[in-house]
């Protein structure tokens, strides 16, 4: 990528007191701060970047070494090393020399720090580029102003300032002071992607040391003097009110410092309430927490069962609902099909469970309050932590943690709440960590969903019509509790699918939420990649075709221009994913095994995977993973990899086994014997293949899920002639 085709930043030196005043650095040195511009902001969606401007900096001491903040938040996918190196690779750093510093909840200064939607990259690796190019064309300049030349005669290079006439060198540190006199470039030059040294390579995180020895803080591991611990309790049943509460029990034992009811806060990721006991150490918290003796008014969702809600939605999108959007005559094609092909298709409850449950430290006092959080949000925090406090959003400051684990629940901070509830009734600095059992019970939940589509095929297979309804509890409910059915931006993945089908029509069926339903990762692709990817294959069944070619001739029978990136990309993923499966030879495969393969096209990224499972009986072994991907430049090879891995983990896990159980409107899970995520020695051979081109770069996060549910599926399919359509494959007896 060039800079004739870069979108310009507008980049400024920042104040050096005012920045060293901040951050507490030594002075002296370049500081740099980025700002993307109005007509970059306009164009980014809700969670990248709002009307602010978002500054990225940029240190470099005297004696050279580089600080670079990272505004996104570390939850082990490797944004962190990703973001930095391409600032690096631009600034042409000695990576050696590099050191990374996770930012402070400041939307002021880092523009949107929610990280999520595998946005991160897609909107921050432009400016991150630039800020490295300005300050690299600054140092240039520094140096070319020592040595009396123009600075088209110099040249950077590993941390240092090269002359090209005779090869003197001056290191960065040295130039630092000079370079920070220097006019900020309005347009910097980027690389080349011939020219990167960092970017698309295998860089190691820059904090593997540290994990691997268990040296990084994480939102559990803080401490400070004067710290009081607390456990906490909810209704278990969502809309619940505290009936009577008796804690007398508790506070006879030795350590305990109070028990303390929880109100519920009416915002958006406040609590739900409950009631904490707070103790001078996480033990007596939670013992003390079991002798509280509590009586719930369960209220209106205490019948919620989701054996019979998910029966309700079938029955739901099995009959006429809410018409969405419709092209063509849907009615006619199905008049005249040779053949009419129907599935339903559901999928239950999901929780994030991530390693580390929801934990934070908070230190309200009468004119400040503190927090280190767990978090993907930070500016989340300010504003709920404003509105409970009645303080500015800028009082708090939020210390961002390394998050073990988070797949969306941390963007919701509802425990952070609870702390500063918590500090503030014992005025002390609180930490707070749900327990495992309260995390499952009590959390934010996937989509229950249910799936029907119906369609006509003529004589020579092809689609000629597509029905396609839908019933899933809308995320749209945590904001709006009378939102009962998934909004028209939900529903519009199906219109806008790059299958080519001329009569098409989506329905919108009933879907009250009883519970809280909040962001999973990859969200609602995790079940239109399977009932897409699934149906297709089916399809191809009918038709007497093989998957891979009918995906293509839906692909090829779309003549839409707008859709034609679309499905170039589909197709060149499906086709390597093919490839290197060895489609081709899969009738030679040995009995009982079979090859599923599935594209999906989510977060701007496209994905597709093909799966080798062998199946004996109900024992289904996943022997072996192929994907193939599109996220146009990576950033680092082996990052990218990972999040692909880690995709075939989480979605081994909920195709085959996990989903979580309401009945009598509570959860019946309890943790992990009842939500049995995949184990270390399940996991399959997997090889991921990128597509290489110029296209920007795009997310990974998310996309990997959306490919292998169906994949799966119809790789088992393939082996023993069983057809999956729900999701898990099996379910637990709980």
Not at 141 to 155: N, R, S
């Amino acid at each position: 990528m060039t800079s004739s085709n870069t979108v310009s930043n507008t980049i400024t030196n920042e104040s050096r007191r005012q920045f060293l005043k901040n951050s507490g650095l030594a002075s002296g040195g370049l500081i740099l701060g980025i700002s993307l511009p109005q007509h970059v902001m306009a164009k980014l969606t809700v969670g990248d970047v709002g009307n602010f401007n978002p500054n990225a900096f940029i240190h470099i001491a005297q004696n050279g070494d580089t600080l670079i903040y990272c505004g996104r938040c570390e939850m082990g996918q490797g944004i962190s090393t990703a973001l930095p190196a391409a600032v690096a690779d631009e600034l042409e750093a000695d990576w050696t020399r590099v050191v990374i510093k996770q930012a402070d909840g400041n939307e002021d200064k880092y523009g949107s720090q929610a990280t999520g939607g595998s946005a991160s990259i897609r909107t921050m690796l432009e400016p991150m580029r630039e800020a490295g190019a300005a300050a690299k064309e600054m140092l240039i300049a520094a140096a070319a102003k020592v040595w009396q030349v123009p600075a088209t005669q110099c040249l950077a290079d590993n941390h240092f300032v090269v002359n090209k006439n005779n090869q003197q060198k001056l290191a960065y540190g040295e130039l630092a002071s000079l370079a920070a006199m220097e006019k900020v470039p309005a347009k910097p030059k980027l690389k080349t992607k011939a020219e990167y040294k960092y970017i698309g390579k295998g860089l190691a995180r820059h904090n593997l040391g540290d994990i691997v020895q268990g040296q990084l803080t994480y939102g559990v591991d803080t401490k400070m003097p004067g710290l009081k611990y607390a456990a906490i309790t909810h209704c278990p049943v969502l809309g619940g009110k505290l009936k009577s509460l008796d804690k007398t029990a508790a506070l006879t034992m030795p350590g305990v410092v109070d028990v303390i009811e929880i109100p519920r806060f009416d915002v958006p990721f406040g609590s739900i309430g409950g009631v904490a006991v707070v103790a001078d150490n996480t033990w007596t918290a939670q013992q003390a927490l079991k002798q509280v003796k509590i009586e719930w008014d369960l209220g209106p969702n205490q019948s919620y069962d989701t054996k019979a809600y998910k029966a309700m939605l079938v029955k739901n999108v099995e009959n006429p609902a809410e018409v969405v959007t419709e092209r063509g005559d849907v009615q006619q094609a199905f008049a005249d099909a040779a053949h009419v092909v129907k599935a339903t298709y559901t999928g239950g409850h999901l929780s994030h469970s991530p390693m580390e449950p929801n934990a934070s430290v908070v230190w309200v006092q009468k004119d400040s309050c503190e927090v280190w959080a767990a978090t993907q949000s930070p500016g989340d925090i300010q504003k709920v932590l404003a509105q409970y406090l009645k303080r500015d959003p800028k009082d708090i400051l939020v210390h961002v943690t390394m998050a073990g684990g988070a797949f969306g629940r941390k963007f919701k901070c509802d425990y952070v709440h609870e702390a500063a509830v918590l500090s503030q009734k014992v005025n002390a600095p609180v930490q707070l960590i749900w327990s495992r059992e309260e995390d499952m019970r009590t959390g934010y939940y996937h989509s229950i969903n249910a799936q029907h589509i119906e369609a006509s095929l003529d004589k020579a297979g092809n689609v000629t019509g597509w029905m396609h309804r839908i019933a899933f509890p809308p995320i749209a409910s945590l904001f709006d509790p009378s939102q009962g059915k998934a909004t028209k931006g939900d529903v519009a993945e199906i219109a806008n699918h790059p299958f080519g089908i001329v009569n098409l029509r989506s329905e919108n069926g009933d879907a009250p939420a009883h519970t809280r339903i909040g962001w999973y990762r990859a969200v609602y692709a995790i079940f239109y990649g399977f009932a897409y990817g699934t149906f297709a294959d089916e399809l191809a069944q009918q038709a007497k075709q093989d998957t891979f070619s009918f995906l293509n001739k839906l692909y090829d029978s779309n003549k839409d221009p707008k859709d034609a990136e679309k499905v170039k990309r589909s197709k060149a993923v499906l086709a390597l994913a093919a490839q290197q499966a060895n489609w081709a030879k899969r009738a030679a495969l040995p009995k009982n095994q079979g090859l599923g393969i599935a594209v999906h096209y989510s977060f701007n990224t496209y994905v597709a995977m093909a799966v080798l499972v062998e199946v004996k009986g109900d024992d289904i072994k996943v022997l072996e993973v192929n994907a193939a991907v599109d996220c146009g430049q990576v950033l680092n090879i082996d990052g990218a990899t990972a999040q692909m891995e880690g995709a075939v983990v989480m979605g081994m896990s909920y195709s085959l086994r996990t989903e979580i159980v309401f009945k009598n409107g509570a959860v019946v899970n309890s943790n992990f014997h009842q939500y049995p995520v995949l184990r270390i020695n399940e996991m399959p051979l997997v090889k991921v293949y990128f597509v290489e081109n110029d296209e920007k770069a795009t997310g990974l996060g998310e996309p990997g899920l959306g490919p292998f549910a169906p994949a799966l599926s119809n790789a088992v399919f393939a082996a023993s002639g069983k057809r999956y359509r729900d999701l898990p494959f099996t379910s637990m007896a709980i």
